[in-house]
């Protein structure tokens, strides 16, 4: 007799929700990986998130478990305030890169610096995405964004901010990594680097940060297709794809996935 | 840090008016402190970081007053009784927090140990942040503000404040001053006393989904119509503390006085001094406790026969505006005020209330 098996399905973290953000944009997908994370590891009664300020913010309206907004910038503190009350959830930040490396950027660089015990996801799209298309600290050398219609130049305004790198040398960092999800493969890898972010917190091992780059088509003015072929051509080329920094590597302990 | 022992072996004691400010927040349950140095509070967090060790609480000394007060908005939002503290510019910097609290209806207590403005100013004592404690932030909103006049109020009005904060899922500031935060008087400690709303059930509260759907917190509301009808409920949770938590002292009022001296905080004590060199004749004090929600009514009775109604403050005439909303006639308000941390003595306020008889 043909037996049915379920391999797909809704994960239960994410409401009965439609998602609003834009056709290709990449939110949508790493939503659904932290909520497909949080339905394997059985974290949703016992999880909280803090939504920035950006396109994301409305993160607590997709999730099904506990969300809270946070001021522009102050992602990292709510989560680590939060942490700090009840250090037996799980708490994780969600912040775009005018959150984490612009406003907020005092903020992730002493959160990491103290070795906070939360997981940080930082969506890296190289612009502004909800107020239109502003330049960022990661819009790229020569990039046209609505306001750098010359693209960045970088007498006036410096290079991009690579965020891993620049948190690597800090000794409260256990786990940085940066991954893309530009293809099935790609989403898979950056699935497991979430979860495995995750999976260090509950251990107890400390800070970690996924940095995960996304598109924008509709600020970036391209469609999905060539906003993936940027990323892969070019994007990924400033922001080089992989593990940053992870402690127990060579550490003899083994991996969890 | 020989102080830490004080409260444990007598209800009363000696104490710094910063300290006392610390015992009261431990007293009433709060176990989540953050800040970050400006004189004159350093105590706060000083003695803050000795006491939440003992205690088993949360001490965290910040990078700036912004994180301070959006630490305090995590720790509330995660259900907890928190505090920070800060002076003047610290205040500025935690209005951005403060009006989020408020948006999301987050309890959580700011003190202000007042000193001069504006911009860096200096350290002594002053009220000039009596706008920005009472009209705070960005949007329509409120937070309750409350002046203690001495240590015994430092300790007692510190400890009330958390049961503000959670009845009405409120931010409220405790105004004090570098005066206050300095000086030593006895106070009694009320440390057997258990806070009333502090194990109130915070079903709102971010702590994990357990049996229920996520909860939210958040001041975004983008859908038409949406944040006017949320601020229409915020006005209402407003109107209701305005109609029950007003709080005022009258002194030496008891007769038909002909002067009425309005002061609050620091100059209000001042101001009994230069009653009691007056020899206690012809001048009554109205002091608001709760600077928001103002005594407006309660103001205008005192003030009904008095021939002049004087009005001292440690700035150049903030809460004047409110004393002239609370008497319509303002043509019998005569202002005194000291600026940039001048701290009136009670000759000299009682040497204007004769220049102007």
Redesign the interface.
């Known amino acids: 007799m043909l037996k049915e098996k379920i391999v797909y399905k809704k994960p239960q973290s994410l409401?009965e929700q439609q998602f609003s953000y834009c056709p290709g944009c990449g939110h949508s997908t790493v939503h659904k990986l932290i909520a497909e994370i949080v339905d394997e590891l059985e974290l949703?009664?016992?999880?909280?998130g803090?939504?920035p300020v950006g396109c994301a913010?409305?993160g607590?309206?997709f999730?099904?478990?506990?969300?809270?907004?946070?001021?522009h910038g102050?992602t990292p503190?709510?989560?680590?305030?939060?942490k700090?009350?009840?250090p037996d959830?799980v708490v994780f930040s969600y912040q775009g890169d005018g959150d984490l490396a612009s406003i907020g950027l005092?903020?992730i660089l002493?959160t990491a610096n103290r070795g906070e015990n939360i997981t940080v996801i930082f969506i890296n799209n190289t612009n502004y995405g909800m107020t239109g298309g502003q330049m960022a600290p990661t819009t790229l050398i020569d990039q046209v964004t609505t306001t750098s219609p010359a693209g960045r130049d970088i007498q006036n305004y410096g290079y991009p901010i690579r965020v891993a790198e620049l948190l690597s040398p800090l000794e409260g960092v256990k786990y940085l990594e940066r991954v893309k999800i530009t293809n099935a493969a790609s989403i898979i890898k950056a699935k497991k680097a979430i979860k495995k972010a995750f999976l260090y917190q509950i251990k107890k091992i400390g800070f970690s940060l996924v940095e995960v780059l996304t598109s924008c088509p509709a600020n970036w003015h391209k469609d999905e297709k060539q906003s993936i072929k940027w990323i892969e051509e070019v994007v990924a080329g400033y922001y080089s794809i992989g593990k940053i920094k992870d402690v127990k590597e060579g550490g003899g302990e083994e991996d969890d996935d | 840090m020989n102080r830490i022992k004080e409260k444990k072996v007598k209800k009363k004691c000696f104490i710094k008016g910063n300290n006392a400010i610390v015992e009261a927040a431990i007293d009433a349950g709060c176990r989540?402190y953050?800040g970050y140095p400006i004189t004159p509070q350093n105590e706060i967090p000083e003695y803050m970081s000795s006491r939440m060790a003992e205690m088993g609480g949360?001490f965290?000394q910040?990078?700036?007053e912004?994180?301070s007060i959006?630490?305090?908005?995590?720790?509330a939002?995660?259900?907890?009784r928190?505090m920070t503290s800060s002076s003047s510019p610290g205040i500025s910097l935690m209005q951005?927090?403060i009006s989020?609290m408020a948006a999301?209806e987050l309890p959580g207590v700011i003190v202000n140990i007042v000193r001069g403005g504006p911009g860096l100013g200096n350290i002594s004592p002053s009220q000039s942040d009596y706008f920005q404690a009472t009209k705070p932030g960005h949007g329509d909103f409120h937070m309750i503000v409350l002046a203690p006049c001495n240590l015994q109020e430092m300790y007692d009005l510190t400890f009330e404040a958390f049961d503000y904060a959670d009845k009405y899922r409120t931010p409220v500031m405790i105004f004090a001053d570098g005066l206050l935060g300095q000086m030593m008087e006895n106070i009694e400690l009320n440390s057997d006393k258990i806070s009333q709303y502090l194990n109130v059930e915070k079903t709102w509260a971010?702590?994990?989904?357990?049996?229920r759907?996520?909860?939210?917190?958040?001041?975004?509301l983008m859908e038409p119509g949406a944040l006017e009808a949320h601020n229409g409920h915020l006005q209402e949770k407003y109107n209701a503390i305005k109609a029950d938590e007003r709080r005022f002292e009258l002194y030496n009022t008891d007769y038909n006085y002909e002067y009425l001296i309005v002061a609050f905080g620091s100059v209000a004590r001042i101001a009994k001094g230069t009653i009691n060199l007056a020899g206690k004749t012809k001048i009554g004090l109205f002091r608001p406790i709760t600077l928001w929600p103002f005594p407006y009514e309660e103001l205008k009775e005192a003030a009904a026969n008095a021939k002049k109604v004087f009005v001292f403050e440690m700035n150049m005439g903030q809460m004047l505006e409110d004393v002239k909303l609370a008497i319509e006639n303002s043509a019998k308000i005569e202002f005194y005020g000291r600026t940039g941390g001048g701290i009136p003595t009670s000759e000299e306020l009682l040497n204007f209330i004769r220049r102007k008889e």
């Open positions: 409401r949703r009664e016992n999880i909280i803090v939504s913010v409305f607590y309206n999730w099904n478990f506990d969300v809270t907004e946070a001021a102050r503190v709510v989560a680590t305030a939060i700090r009350v009840l959830r005092a903020e002493h | 989540f953050v949360t965290i910040a990078e700036s912004l994180i959006n630490m305090v908005f995590g720790a939002a995660a259900g907890a928190a951005e927090g989020y999301c971010v702590t994990g989904a357990r049996n759907d996520g909860n939210k917190i958040h001041s975004l």
